[in-house]
């Protein structure tokens, strides 16, 4: 079982393809979730504390907005524990987590950085992309049971 | 009391870190914030409408949630709109928006670029103004003073009493703020005596300004109030120009005010001051180093050219140093004094009155109203002639006896 | 500043969505249930949320998405259910993410047909092709038509 990163890190879609074919998908949710059960300073509604746009100073310079850090602080150690990734390229309407073009760009750079095997997709505008879709997600899956490169 | 409910339009706020300082802020003041629902199809259609092709999905959020108050789809009372300082794409759909809501619906609106070192106590006064506005409509319609009131302005640099009879400023007091009361007892018996009146006499008394809260307490005062809403009322009032638009210039000790009004009424409004050098300090730091007092700076800039003097920085200090340098490279005290001036008006034009729609007249209030370098100065960048109402520099306190005079008892 | 302690601990929590013609979410809800021995289940429009130890909400899933494979859809949630830090009644409207689950749920009978197809191909050697990126005008056809205007 490998650790995917899933892009939109928000997406039903590929968390649940992920997780169908038997890998364990990386997304917000981890993040977020992690900080809701983690005891501290109260900071509704997400329990990101302005320390966290600090935090994300490790992954973005000073002069990036703080929501941009922010973001960071979730997505970095996220990223640095991914084993592959999958990306559907247009997130334009991914909102919240995935709200900030900006942060996406520099997710998108970081996972393209990291030499981690990557998928690389569109989402499908009808049937036939879907099949399409599917079996790309499966077989780059499959690859990395293989621990070959996809 | 029913809560005012100000609707929030922002990017990254929960990101920065700083959502519980908006909510914490809003508490305060008796309103809450909510976020208007719409629905994905709302976006979409938003979007192609408003005609600006953001990128960011939780800024197309933010143009749909716009629109759905426009349109009436979702009711609030005010708005806040803030993004990421820093953000070039979000600054423009903060800018737009801030001149959409305004243009087509009643609604108030604030905008902030936040850091994630934005506090509750910064948005403090912004959200009050907004809730005042929603809550106290009636109030600032308020168009003559009766009775007599007084107003306090409690200021960071000084502190301002007016007494008013039948529509009539009757007395005045200043005093540079040190101990925020004394300053004020200060300053209240200055104009009480100026009147020809006493304590008793007054039926009504309004505060403003930074020290709002403790002196309104220490005099018992029936009307406490941010200095947006009075500043604009008063404003608007000195300068006989109640109905209408008109842009209010408050460059103050310590920060800058920004409103743009319509019938006396704030509709957006920005307040500035991360750096004195935009402020009322750097002209007295001016002053001190020509080695005249603050009073003299004006006339004297008038004589000179601020083009003369080369000055590269807004910061207090190392704008400080450039005139520094000037005078030592031989630069007349006049050119010096014009710089200073032109380098605080240019930078209070760059920041903030780009935030705000400029409407003539423009009314400049305010100590450094006084300073008539400086208002040629913001009259130039503006091309417009500036309004300099008389008594402008008791502006924030007889906005406060005004509006106080809606608390006279039987009124 | 006030503290934060956290409840539902060491739980997870996950969306369940059915996007299907014979399934409806009530009837989702109802078989689920039946079968989710502790795991906590809520009802939504769209489908369920269910929290628990993640062992008991894993084969809580396993069970629930064999009701109807290639129709259910299940994701990650890092709130637990009804949280009011989330909640359309104390916001005023819907959180961020649901406009991003709307936008994908449009999709979902793509998907569904591509599970449904793949399954069908079990063991098939035929794989169907990737999914291709033409690129939008060949370089050698750019050439010609420059050639063409010139000439």
């Not at chain 1, 690389?120 to 099949?131: A, F, H, Q, S, V």
């Not at chain 2, 609030?76 to 243009?103: H, K, Q, S, W």
Request: hydrophobic letters at 40%; one cysteine or more; charged letters at 25%.
């Amino acid at each position: 079982m490998a650790k995917v990163f899933i892009y939109p890190a928000t997406s039903l879609i590929l968390s649940d393809l992920v997780a169908r074919f038997g890998h364990k998908p990386l997304g917000a949710a981890l993040g977020i979730r992690e900080r809701i059960q983690t005891a501290g300073v109260d900071s509704p509604p997400l329990q990101i504390t302005p320390e966290e746009p600090k935090r994300g100073l490790k992954y973005a310079a000073v002069e990036v907005p703080s929501g941009v850090r922010g973001r960071m602080a979730i997505y970095g150690p996220l990223i640095e524990e991914a084993e592959a990734a999958i990306i559907v390229t247009e997130a334009d309407f991914a909102f919240g987590c995935m709200g900030c073009a900006r942060t996406d760009e520099l997710i998108l750079f970081t996972l393209r950085q990291s030499g981690i095997p990557i998928l690389e997709l569109e989402y499908p505008r009808d049937e036939d992309e879907g099949i399409r879709f599917v079996a790309a997600v499966k077989k780059f899956l499959a690859g990395l049971e293989d621990g070959g490169e996809a | 009391m029913k809560k005012v409910r100000i609707a929030q339009l922002t990017c990254g706020a929960e990101y920065s870190g700083v959502q519980k300082e908006i909510y914490d802020a809003a508490e305060s003041v008796g309103a809450e914030v909510f976020f208007p629902d719409i629905a994905l199809g709302d976006v979409e259609r938003a979007v192609k409408k408003f005609g600006l092709d953001v990128k960011s999905a939780d800024l197309k959020l933010m143009i749909a949630r716009a629109m759905a108050l426009v349109e009436g789809k979702v009711e609030a009372d005010g708005v806040f709109i803030g993004t990421c300082f820093r953000c070039a794409e979000a600054a423009i759909v903060r800018n737009e928006l801030r001149r959409y809501i305004p243009e087509n619906s009643k609604l108030s609106v604030v905008s902030y670029s936040f850091t994630e070192r934005t506090t509750a106590g910064t948005l403090l006064t912004r959200m009050e103004a907004l809730t005042t506005i929603a809550r106290r409509r009636a109030l600032l319609a308020r168009e003559e003073q009766t009775g007599i009131t007084m107003g306090v302005d409690s200021g960071s640099s000084t502190t301002k009493a007016v007494v008013m009879k039948d529509n009539e400023i009757v007395g005045t007091g200043w005093h540079p703020t040190t101990e925020v009361l004394k300053s004020a007892e200060s300053a209240v018996s200055d104009a009480l005596e100026m009147a020809g009146l006493t304590r008793e006499d007054i039926q009504a008394i309004g505060t403003t300004g930074y020290g709002r809260f403790l002196i309104g307490k220490h005099l018992g005062a029936e009307l406490i109030q941010e200095e947006l809403t009075v500043n604009s009322k008063g404003a608007v009032y000195l300068a006989g120009h109640q109905r209408g638009a008109s842009t209010v210039i408050d460059i103050g000790g310590m920060d800058n005010k920004a409103i743009s009004v319509i019938d006396g009424i704030p509709g957006t409004f920005t307040m500035g001051g991360i750096c004195a050098g935009a402020s009322g300090r750097f002209l007295e730091m001016t002053a001190k180093r020509l080695g005249i007092d603050i009073t003299e700076l004006g006339p004297l800039a008038m004589k000179g050219m601020g083009k003369n003097v080369p000055m590269n920085s807004y910061c207090i200090v190392f704008g400080t140093q450039s005139l520094v340098n000037a005078l030592a490279a031989g630069s007349s005290p006049e050119d010096v004094a014009a710089a200073a001036c032109h380098s605080v008006a240019e930078q209070v034009f760059e920041q903030q009155l780009q935030e705000v729609d400029i409407k003539e007249p423009v009314i400049m209030v305010g100590g450094t109203s006084l300073i008539e370098g400086l208002v040629y100065a913001m009259g130039q960048l503006l091309q417009t002639e500036v309004v300099v109402p008389p008594h402008s520099q008791y502006i924030g306190a007889v906005g406060a006896a005004l509006l106080a005079s809606g608390f006279i008892k039987g009124e | 500043m006030a503290e934060y302690t956290p409840d539902y601990v060491g739980t997870v929590t996950k969306y369940v969505f059915v996007e299907s013609p014979t399934m409806t979410p009530g009837e989702l809800a109802l078989r689920a249930y039946e079968a989710s021995e502790g795991v906590l289940i809520k009802e939504t429009c769209f489908g369920l949320q269910v929290t628990g130890e993640p062992e008991s909400v894993d084969r809580l899933l396993e069970e629930i998405r064999s009701f109807d494979p290639t129709h259910i859809f299940v994701k990650d949630r890092g709130f637990p259910p009804g949280d009011p830090r989330r909640c359309r009644a104390n916001l005023g409207g819907a959180r961020p993410g649901y406009l991003g689950h709307e936008r994908e749920f449009r999709l979902l009978r793509y998907i569904t047909r591509g599970l449904e197809e793949l399954g069908r191909r079990e063991g098939d050697e035929a794989e169907p092709a990737p999914p291709e990126t033409k690129p939008k005008l060949d370089i050698k056809r750019l050439q010609e038509l420059i050639d063409s205007e010139e000439s």
